[in-house]
């Protein structure tokens, strides 16, 4: 059946704060989690987690780099483009409280809810954690040595009929919600083929939000310059 992926990045990046209001309602802002799932590949829950909720977590993870900045790997896909980065963090159970709380946030399990239908589906060991990293445009997909471990094509209808559904939950520790402040750009609709494409589009988390997204979207992380 369906399975989501637990990918739990945790972003945490200095930025400034400047809101932007928006005047007129959107069409889009009526649109439900699954539809814009669907359609364009990703969404936002906003305020997934209350501001207490994240310093709380944030202090764990802030602690958790302090004793194991050492061990952090200070590049993304082998450049030198900034920023920190490490794998497999659940495996530590100093973070175990953060995972703990991100995994029965009630917002994103409403959501995860809805995409898949009820509660068919469980998050994968595969989590990491991302600090001031740039990396290049990409697609979260087995490549290299590991395709040997993907018997279905990421585009294929699976022999019940369901339909590829492998998401990344990201959660932000600080505000990104400033105009010059990205966390992350998608291309909207980019999921649906190997080859599609579209505008790319800035995403602006505040802190506390979580940003969902299929594994075979057209991602980048944020711009080197800020």
Same mark, same amino acid.
């Given at each position: 059946?369906? =399975? ?9 990046v =200095?930025?400034?704060v400047s =809101?932007?209001v ?11 989690? %699954? ?13 997934? *987690? %209350?501001?207490?909720?994240? #310093?709380e977590?944030?202090?764990?993870? +802030?602690?958790y780099?302090?004793? !194991? ?5 200070p590049?993304?896909f082998?450049r +030198? ?5 490490a ?9 175990k409280?953060?995972? #703990?709380?991100?995994? &029965?946030n %009630?917002?994103l ?7 898949f239908?009820?509660?068919?589906? &469980?998050? *994968?060991?595969r989590?990491?954690l +991302?600090?001031? &990293?740039? /990396?290049g ?19 294929? /209808?699976?022999? #019940?009929?369901?339909?590829? &559904?492998?998401? !990344?939950?990201a ?10 402040? +990205?966390?992350?750009t /998608?291309r ?7 080859t ?16 969902? *997204?299929?594994?075979r ?5 944020? #711009?080197?310059?800020?």
């Amino acid at each position: 059946g369906n =399975v989501a992926d637990g990918l739990t990045q945790l972003e945490s990046v =200095v930025t400034n704060v400047s =809101v932007q209001v928006q005047n007129s309602p959107s069409p889009l802002l009526s649109r439900s989690f %699954k539809e814009k799932y669907d359609e364009d590949g990703y969404f936002i829950i906003p305020a997934a *987690f %209350k501001a207490e909720e994240i #310093d709380e977590m944030a202090e764990i993870v +802030n602690k958790y780099i302090l004793d !194991n900045g050492p061990l952090l790997r200070p590049y993304a896909f082998h450049r +030198n483009l900034g920023g920190w980065y490490a794998a497999d963090i659940m495996s530590d159970p100093k973070l175990k409280p953060v995972f #703990d709380k991100t995994h &029965r946030n %009630k917002a994103l399990r409403k959501a995860l809810g809805e995409v898949f239908g009820g509660p068919n589906y &469980r998050f *994968f060991k595969r989590n990491e954690l +991302n600090i001031d &990293r740039s /990396v290049g445009w990409h697609r979260d997909a087995m490549g290299g040595a590991l395709k040997r471990y993907q018997w279905l094509d990421d585009w294929s /209808v699976q022999p #019940d009929q369901s339909k590829y &559904r492998v998401l !990344n939950v990201a959660v932000y520790f600080e505000d990104h919600s400033g105009a010059d402040n +990205n966390a992350l750009t /998608v291309r909207p609709g980019s999921q649906v083929s190997a080859t599609a494409t579209s505008e790319p589009v800035a995403l602006h988390p505040a802190k506390g939000d979580i940003v969902i *997204f299929d594994c075979r979207i057209t991602h980048r992380g944020q #711009d080197p310059k800020n």
